[in-house]
């Protein structure tokens, strides 16, 4: 088994690299397509490890590395019995990833979906300013309920869109407001258990239902609210304000964690820098008007010289 492993890394290089290089030296217009594809193999790996990093899938390639060197070694070494388990590990390990990490990878598949071209070029100014005013809208709101110990679920959709769970609540298409999303959480009203879903500038609904987290890690003294946060943190890239009808204390569910016991000026910091920051790429917006005046001077630089 061990000798198969090697002998197909061998054919993959003689057939790949070897050949690849040969092609160059006979045919030196291919230099451009190599470097090509590359360039485009290492964006890719760069975007994967963007995208895995700091969370479960970070861990699970530094073992699947792990278990590829020990595979190797073990058949380099001719430690046929280890090499066999470890090889069938590999077999299986492939269905298992998909099955176990079946919202991870649904998840980085949506965020390849997700069109972002404007926001490269920076055309969406105007609306990360009227967010970064929602956002000022939903911490003051966020404020409020702490301080009266009334328990709330503030889900900020960002760019998977979460229309499944929209649909499980009441229709709103309001504009966001203090006033509005304090009233939505009064106890005893028909909208107040369930979450406030904001979409696209929008209170698109309340009285959602969100999907719970069954991780075994999280802490037992947390209730169904800060649950149901993690449980949509994890389903899609949306960020999640949870304020405790026991406490009253503010947290914050993002890529299935819980920040837990933000201040207010903290919940600020966190959702414009995930929400706005990262959303609308204001550094990629900076940098496209600083390239617009180096470009003025030039041409002022230019049209003097012709004078």
Known sequence: MG?????????????????GFQDLSNNPINLFTTILDILIVVFLVYCLIRIVK???????????????????????????????????????????????????LRRALEQLGTNKITKFFGLNSDLATRTKEDIYKIVIAAKELSNTKTGALIVIERDINIQDIIATGVPMDS???????????????????GAVVISNNKIAAAACVLPLADNPDIAKELGT????????SKESDSITVVVSEETGKISVAKDGTLIADVREDA???????????????????????TFSKLKQKMSKVRDKKED
């Open 54 to 104: 700091g969370s479960r899938a970070w861990q699970l390639i530094k073992g699947i590395t792990f278990l590829i060197i020990a595979t190797w070694l073990s058949g380099l070494l001719k430690l046929n019995i280890l090499n066999s388990i470890l090889t069938g590990i590999m077999n299986w390990g492939v269905i298992a990833i998909i099955v176990i990490f079946q919202p991870e």
């Open 175 to 193: 504009e966001v407001s203090p006033q509005l999303l304090v009233n939505i959480f009064v106890p005893k009203t028909p909208l107040h258990d």
């Open 267 to 289: 919940l600020k910091k966190i959702l414009i820098s995930n929400v706005v920051t990262k959303r609308f790429a204001e550094r990629n917006t900076k940098n496209s008007s």
């Open 225 to 232: 609210r800060h649950r149901a946060a993690i449980g949509i």
């Open 3 to 19: 000798k198969s492993i090697i002998g197909s890394w061998i054919t993959f290089y003689n057939e790949n690299i070897v050949k």
